[in-house]
């Protein structure tokens, strides 16, 4: 496929690992933050292509992964409503909440229904006029756009019936608060391709500059990520952190502005519980006042009760880069894509899925 | 989940497009990135293009890839 094949070159992959070796004097660790590049960097070996020096760890740019306990025990609750039409994303069914899953919702009767688009769901909310349907709004700046063009298109057309559960989550923020926290010991971040096409690469230069941390957005194609290393080590050796971009095609420094416009023109930013990290202010988005009859919160008040993390899961820890999935005495004993523990297990992004499914460092 | 795919634009109807991908023929939305046109690929995430991808900047890219291969 064109724009695909060429950036899986063998010969410049080749020729781009060389100069990685040659270029790499220190030792450095770099962060993928999203959970895209996680599974790409697994399945093209890519860990065992670059010396012994550079070390690669996984982020928490997995929205599935980082949604709250509490947040999938309210969305099973909102989906166990009479009337109510849920509506998510594939990736979120099987994710275990603290007693149940919506997969086993929907098992037990719940009307829950997988939706490629945020505009499928709104197509249902206009077929069904006398049930509420409820998007469940998980994603990164990558998705929220979308969620946002469905508020303003459920607006036009008068769709009344039409929510969101809104769980968009941002980027930049939780890396602040990753680096703020100082747990974990990085000299370089892959950062996210597809949340930089929307934010671009502007709102990562408090990174180099505060925490002196190189960073380079990168496409998702073993060339685009072998690139993006090689510039992060050039940056690292040469002492001189920076944000730079290797995925030129999809990403600008200025990124989306119109879709940008439209979140800020709908959402509001709030604090939001990231699983693993916590409470991250500004990390999140409400649906603005002006929106406020499409927030499902409000119209679908529900109490869910308290909230269990499964016992033994060091998701958490997974997500803030301070375990490896192999640290983990559930990984693959327990814990494995079809009997999942926790969801990094669970999502095919998530750090514990690429382990299990392409193998872990020691290449086993 | 942030995945996102190049399709290429065949036809254009109001917000929408026609988009192919591998052969597949699929309907999405461009409302994200109205200045679109047919012929040009776009990143297609959760039926909507978010973003035209600069095929001069991929160019660009690979020939000086192409470049440091032949000089190595
Ligand atoms: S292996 Fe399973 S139980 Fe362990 S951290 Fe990963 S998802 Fe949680």
Known sequence: MKLVDEFRDVRLARSLTERIRQRSVRAARLMEFCGSHTVAIFKHGIRQLLPPGVEMMSGPGCPVCVTDNADIDKAIALAGLPDVILCSFGDMLKVPG?????????????????????????????????????????????????????????????????????????????????????????????????????????????????????????????????????????????????????????????????????????????????????????????????????????????????????????????LRGVAKPTDCQLFRSVCTPERPVGPCMVSYEGACSSYYLYGDDSGE | MCLATPALVKSLEGTDAEVDISGVRRRISIYLTPEVKVGDYVLLHAGFSIRVVDQEEAEGTLELLRQMDEAS
């Open chain 1, 98 to 318: 603290s007693n149940s899953s919506l997969q086993q919702a929907k098992a037990e009767g719940a009307d829950v229904r997988i939706v490629y688009s945020t505009m499928d769901a709104l197509e249902i909310a206009r077929r069904n006029p006398e049930k509420g349907v409820i998007f469940l709004g998980v994603g990164f700046e990558t998705t929220i756009p979308t969620i946002a063009a469905s508020v303003l298109a459920a607006e036009a057309g008068a769709i009344d019936n039409y929510h969101v559960f809104s769980l968009g989550k941002l980027c930049p923020p939780v890396m602040k608060a990753l680096l703020d926290a100082g747990e974990v010991k990085i000299d370089g971040i892959i950062c996210p391709g597809h949340v930089s096409a929307i934010i671009g690469s502007r709102p990562y230069e408090f990174i180099p500059r505060d925490y002196g941390i190189a960073c380079v957005v990168s496409g998702f194609e073993p060339v685009d990520i072998l690139l993006a290393v090689d510039m992060l080590i050039a940056q690292i050796e040469a002492g001189l952190p920076a944000v730079e971009i290797a995925y030129r095609r999809g990403v600008t420094p200025e990124g989306n502005q119109r879709a940008q416009q439209l979140m800020e023109q709908v959402f509001d930013r709030c604090p939001a519980r990231w699983r693993g990290v916590g409470q991250v202010p500004q990390s999140g988005l409400r649906l603005k006042e002006k929106y406020r009859r499409f927030n499902a919160e409000l119209a679908f008040p529900v109490e869910p009760g308290p909230t269990r993390e499964p016992k033994g899961c060091r998701c958490g820890e997974v």
